[in-house]
T-cell receptor, first 113, second 112 residues
Framework: EPEVTQTPSHQVTQMGQEVILRCVPISNHLYFYWYRQILGQKVEFLVSFYNNEISEKSEIFDDQFSVERPDGSNFTLKIRSTKLEDSAMYFC???????????FGSGTQLSVL | EDQVTQSPEALRLQEGESSSLNCSYTVSGLRGLFWYRQDPGKGPEFLFTLYSAGEEKEKERLKATLTKKESFLHITAPKPEDSATYLCAVKYRRYAGNMLTFGGGTRLMVKP
């Protein structure tokens, strides 16, 4: 079955540094998402992206966050100046059409020191 | 306040011991309820979507049902490989897009 691929699987960074988390969604999918899960907490929605623009974002997704689809295959999440509380597992997800299955990647574990 | 609550938080079963997991929701305008399985260190894996009260879906040892206030995931004669965290999530009218709001999950452990 096709997969959503995320890299790296683990990222360690210093507070205040910029990080870019990368995702390759399933090739014919048009809707892209980032979710995160802080250890021991619920999976939380960050942002959805369609047709090269953000279609919805949560209150977590502030000015420190940005997303981009730089080419036809990658989808990235950038955190400009990381904080300790940004430490979490970040999941990329994609979907072909509204109402279809949402496929998640295996996640990037971000640790901010 | 819109909420999705799962119970129990953790459940230990013996192999073959059937049980049910609960997901209760207090949102208006439900547009879909989703069940996912999550293995340690992995992303959620889709299991079922339910759209309206009375709907049921089955897959192997799992059966999901939906009422106007809650959903149940019934596990019949579970095996150790069913051990995982089971997540429910809802899509509802407040958000016009496809955003999912997740519950806290039920961690299921099935002992041989």
């Amino acid at each position: 079955e096709p997969e959503v691929t995320q890299t790296p699987s683990h990222q360690v960074t210093q507070m205040g540094q910029e990080v870019i988390l990368r995702c390759v969604p399933i090739s014919n999918h048009l809707y892209f998402y980032w979710y995160r899960q802080i250890l021991g907490q619920k999976v939380e929605f960050l942002v959805s992206f369609y047709n090269n623009e953000i279609s919805e974002k949560s209150e977590i997704f502030d000015d420190q966050f940005s997303v981009e689809r730089p080419d036809g295959s990658n989808f990235t999440l950038k955190i400009r100046s990381t904080k300790l509380e940004d430490s979490a597992m970040y999941f990329c997800a994609s979907m072909s059409q509204p109402g279809e299955k949402l496929f998640f990647g295996s996640g990037t574990q971000l640790s901010v020191l | 306040e819109d909420q999705v609550t799962q119970s129990p938080e953790a459940l230990r079963l013996q192999e073959g011991e059937s049980s049910s997991l609960n997901c209760s929701y207090t949102v208006s305008g439900l547009r879909g309820l989703f069940w996912y399985r999550q293995d340690p260190g992995k992303g959620p894996e889709f299991l079922f979507t339910l759209y309206s009260a009375g709907e049921e879906k089955e897959k192997e040892r799992l059966k999901a049902t939906l009422t106007k206030k809650e959903s149940f995931l019934h596990i019949t004669a579970p095996k150790p490989e069913d051990s995982a965290t089971y997540l429910c999530a809802v899509k509802y009218r407040r958000y016009a897009g496809n955003m999912l709001t997740f519950g806290g999950g039920t961690r299921l452990m099935v002992k041989p």
